[in-house]
């Protein structure tokens, strides 16, 4: 027996026993909403565990009870997206949204601090500068080009130093794909740390994971994903993860059962389906958006290929940091078409086999304009501090064929020279 096989070689069993399951190859979908136990002392003692009541004995099994608290498709689920990120424990839950938010509210509290890296996700702005400041938490940003020097200020102008509690970030930032030092904002939260308040570091993997950037191994102490992008990959389920210790995962996982905001088995069972063939789309993907990259660089009316594979010549400080934390360049390109908003529009209208769309991540290839959809809520100033222009296009590559690909954008770029 081979001590050690690779995720990918064990996303179609790992964690599942088909003898639990009349031999059945695939992990049925435990569409149930209760489970029943065997003896009412049974019951009692899944009940002890559940609710913290009396520790878990050594080999005792946490018993299924009822699918708020655990379902074997979650479970298994769980087990699987660990092991990519070597993470101790997962919760999954049904959006990236209650993922994240779920974080946020258990390890933050009235009169905390919280520093967040800008831009991050629509959803997560809003929840952070409209929920929590509800709640009495202090928020504060820093952009991702600001120095160790610089972020040390922030926390320390914003008045509430002693009590920073949090730091949030993303890595890379949507759309531009600048990256973020894990290990400095590790040094940084450190710093900030005391005995009573430690200071946690939550990474939104969404646009490099699970398989080419591996947070907690940079200092991160949480993992968080959309799994609606590349571990859903079909463009068909909305699901969020949350991965980390132990005994973080329980706090979490606590909290989600009083909120309530777990995934359902049939999102369970989706996503152990996508599982199976993640390493094979993410990598086709990555492959597909080199070329188009390419392509997109060469062409006389694209002013800016934004695309980590051009780091190493286009900016040396960001390409150390690329080469320390991520493991491959992603399937993400932002770029600046000449002109402004009319030739953007006009472009994404010729479109034959890209589709326009929002989201990212998925089997097929989607594209949008972030100055008026994805981030049409920021306010201007800040859109230009953070580089998204009107002429700026995000392209999700997906696993066409990169010919088709590359011929689809060509011919949408022909035209809009002529029309101009
Ligand atoms: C989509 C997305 C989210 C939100 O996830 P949902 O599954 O839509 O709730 C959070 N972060 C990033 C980076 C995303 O792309």
Known sequence: MKSQFSPESLMM????????????????????????????????????VAYG??????????????????????????NRLCLWDEAEDCAVFESGM????????????????????????????HFINHILTKFGIHVVGFYP??????????????????????????????????????QMCRQ???????????????????YMGPLWQHPLKHGADFVLYS???????????????????KENMTRIKGLRTFLGNMAGPWTGWLLMRSLETLKARMELQALNAAKVAEFLRSHPSINK???????????????????????????????EIEGGEAEAFQFINQLKLVKLAVSL???????????????????????QRIGIKENLIRLSVGVENPDDLIWDLKQALTLELDLA
Request: charged share 25%; aromatic share 10%.
């Open 361 to 383: 991540g998925s089997t097929e290839s989607l594209i949008q304009h972030p100055a008026t959809m994805t981030h049409a809520g920021v306010d201007p100033g800040e859109k």
């Open 98 to 125: 209650s993922a994240i938010s779920t974080c946020l509210m258990e390890f933050l509290k009235p009169g905390d601090l919280l520093l967040y890296s800008s831009p991050v996700y629509g959803g997560t702005d």
């Open 145 to 182: 080009d600001s120095t160790k020097e610089e972020i040390e200020s922030i926390i320390i102008d914003s008045g509430h130093s002693d009590r920073l509690a949090m730091i949030y970030i993303e890595t890379p930032a949507n759309p531009t794909n600048s990256l973020i030092d894990m």
């Open 305 to 335: 290929v934004y695309y980590m594979g051009f780091l190493k010549e286009d900016n040396p400080a960001q390409y150390e940091i690329f080469e320390r934390q991520c493991n491959a360049a992603g399937a993400m390109i932002s770029f």
């Open 13 to 48: 069993s790992h964690g599942y026993d088909p003898k639990l399951s009349e031999g059945a190859i695939k992990c049925p979908i435990f569409q149930t909403s209760t489970f029943v136990f065997n003896s009412a002392e049974e019951g009692k003692a899944f009940f002890e």
């Open 188 to 206: 940084i939260a450190d710093q900030f740390a005391k005995e009573e308040q430690p200071v946690y570091l939550a990474v939104d993997n969404t």
């Open 227 to 245: 799994a609606t992008k590349y571990i859903g990959g079909h463009s068909d389920v909305i699901a969020g993860a949350c991965l980390g210790s």
């Open 53 to 78: 009541l009396r520790e878990q004995e050594k080999d005792e099994k946490l018993g299924l009870i009822y699918s708020r608290l655990n379902n074997p498709d979650l479970e298994i689920l769980e």
